[in-house]
């Protein structure tokens, strides 16, 4: 089992950063490609952004391309969500989500497709 903890939720205006933490134990945390997902109120669970192992190889969303970055450090076994130029459709429970399955960058975006989840954090952004 690989259990995964988010922090760094919170609210914050519209415009603002926040950085969302999720930290990994039970695993080998480099060997599972990690992933964010959200989910607002009365919506659909919606991919985010995914990093392979290595964190050489990220895919976003096109509606938070260019301004949420995903990173990960194995010798933390934590990935990062940095969000930056927040908007109010931002607000959602954010999930962190990992995969042991190696595949095209598509493949991360089916949340049927992760392994673990985390219990989430929330995200709220004032206009």
């Known amino acids: 089992q690989l259990q995964l903890v988010e922090s760094g939720g919170g609210l914050v205006q519209a415009g603002g950063s926040l950085r969302l933490s999720c930290a990994a134990s039970g695993r080998t945390f480099s060997g599972y490609t990690m992933a964010w997902f959200r989910q607002a109120p009365a919506k659909e669970r919606e991919f985010v952004a995914a990093?392979?192992?290595?964190?050489?190889?990220?895919y976003y969303a096109d509606s938070v391309k260019g301004r949420f970055t995903i990173s990960r450090d194995n010798a933390k076994n934590t990935v990062y969500l940095q969000m930056n130029s927040l908007k109010s459709e931002d607000t959602a429970v954010y999930y962190c989500a990992a995969t042991s399955a190696t595949a095209a960058n598509s493949f991360y975006a089916n949340s049927r497709h992760m392994d673990y989840w985390g219990q989430g954090t929330q995200v709220t952004v004032s206009s």
């Open positions: 990093s392979s192992w290595s964190g050489g190889r990220t």
